[in-house]
């Protein structure tokens, strides 16, 4: 029991205090976490975990780590995931923002928050490259482009909340009748 509250400290903690810029940041850090260094879940299930966490309010790594910790770990492991989560930033967010507020008008500092910017958007394209991989080998190249276009110009065009797009995904998913042979 206490080396699985081990594991899920040291996964949301890693990904809590490496997570620079929050929720984008920090998603990839967790799905490397979850499930690949300690193997909490699979790619599905962590999919599944990230789009109803995005139907929800509120920061997404918190969301996150009370569903994993509690599915891992029961309450205790809920406690565990969300302390791991919030209080290294916490502590790292008040000394580096004293720290940045005093020196902020060097050029080393404005740089080095501008260079942030660029490892982020990496960072972004590789899960959105995974996950349409996998939307890939789940509903096949067309509708899953189908999907993504649609989605991409409800959140871009339209500005439609993309909680309220998953949200319409989820309730037509659960609409639409299975096909003879895709009851599993």
């Not at 206490?2 to 890693?14: L, S, T, Y």
């Not at 067309?142 to 993309?162: D, E, T």
Request: hydrophobic share 55%.
């Amino acid at each position: 029991m206490w080396k699985r509250q081990k594991e899920i400290f040291i996964a949301f903690f890693r990904s809590g205090i490496l997570g620079f810029g929050g929720g984008p940041s920090s998603i990839p850090l967790m799905h490397k976490e979850i499930v690949e260094t300690f193997e909490f879940m699979n790619d599905e299930e962590f999919s599944d975990c990230l789009a109803i966490g995005n139907t929800l309010p509120g920061p997404i790594a918190t969301k996150m780590a009370g569903y994993i910790g509690y599915r891992v770990g029961g309450m205790l492991g809920l406690l565990n995931a969300l302390i791991a989560t919030i209080l290294p930033t916490a502590v790292v967010l008040i000394l580096f923002l004293t720290v940045l507020h005093e020196y902020s008008d060097l050029p080393f500092i404005q740089g080095m928050t501008n260079g942030v910017v660029p490892i982020v958007g990496v960072m972004m394209f590789v899960l959105t490259w995974e996950f349409i991989k996998k939307g890939k080998n789940a509903l096949g190249w067309k509708k899953g482009m189908l999907i993504f276009l649609a989605s991409f110009a409800g959140i871009w065009l339209f500005h439609i909340n993309p909680g309220i797009i998953i949200a319409l995904l989820l309730g037509l998913a659960l609409l639409l009748p299975l096909k003879k042979g895709d009851e599993a």
